[in-house]
């Protein structure tokens, strides 16, 4: 079974360990992925003493930083493109160490946030222009996630709706009788969030022009205090608990921590189930739900 497997450093530069031998562009891949232990993983725990048991309670289970593999071959046809190869390797994983920022690794469609830490290499003295290197990664917090995003479009509000204005969102192609009561001067979606967990982490992000942007995303309301511009975009992390708004033009990110209702804790989770989504106003945004794995999801 073939997994797609690339890292992306914190500049955007990638390194596609499965892309074949053969590039889109007709040039040859010099990556080659041949195995590696990022499918396995081990949680720590926390136990007690527990008489009535007469052994141990595990009380918690905990994710302490782990280490994981990566073997890979590195081949070219010429010298100078294995060269380069060999050094493109070093530089876009180093840059992430020297930076102290983790980078990503995608497995189909899982990621993880780690270091490269380690690089051992057999071979290198072969006249061949071929090397194997076992890759050690280091995750601070070993855990894979996996994203369902949702587009909604800025879509004028009705003054009274009605069955029509129930839009599945972007993403959710399923079809179903849903059981919600319609809202006056809404436009509601709804999404199906199939997650294999009871509640799902999310992010959101509202696109200006708006004032004082309000989701609601099944009981759950979202409403922050701002006036967004039309370069502006709010972002809520739920699992982060972070509030940023950033201006796509100039690149400038504000905290906007402060500004988030007080009303209801707006980092609690997504359930599971149909779920509608709806506001009373007329602004675009993204809603992201976010899975929490302890290994990649196996796909197809």
Known sequence: MKHTVKYVNGKGD??????????ADGSINPYHLVSGTFMDYELDYNSSDDYRLRGSKIT???RSATDFTLELDVLAATEAVYIS?????HDIVDYDVDAQVPGTLYVDGSYIKCYIRASSKEDWESPVLFLSVTLTAVA???????????SFAAIEATEEAEEDDFVVAVGDSEEADFPYEFLNGTT???????SAYKTSYYILRIYGP?????VTIGSLTVEVNVTLGVNDV?????YERTITVTNTKSGVVTNAFGSRSREVDIFTRIDTG?????????????LVLLDKRSEPLWTS
Not at 85 to 89: E, F, R, S
Not at 188 to 194: K, P, V
Not at 234 to 238: D, Q
Not at 275 to 286: E, G, H, Q
């Open 140 to 150: 601070e917090f070993p855990a894979w996630w996996t994203e369902k995003a949702y």
């Open 234 to 238: 709010l972002e809520i992390n739920s």
């Open 14 to 23: 990638v390194i596609d360990f499965t892309a074949g031998l053969m590039n």
């Open 274 to 286: 149909y779920v509608s989504v709806y506001t009373s106003s007329d602004f675009a945004f993204d």
């Open 85 to 89: 190869a060999i050094n493109a390797l």
């Open 188 to 194: 509601t979606r709804i999404i199906n969030n199939a």
């Open 210 to 214: 708006c004032t004082n942007p309000t």
């Open 60 to 62: 918690a289970f905990k």
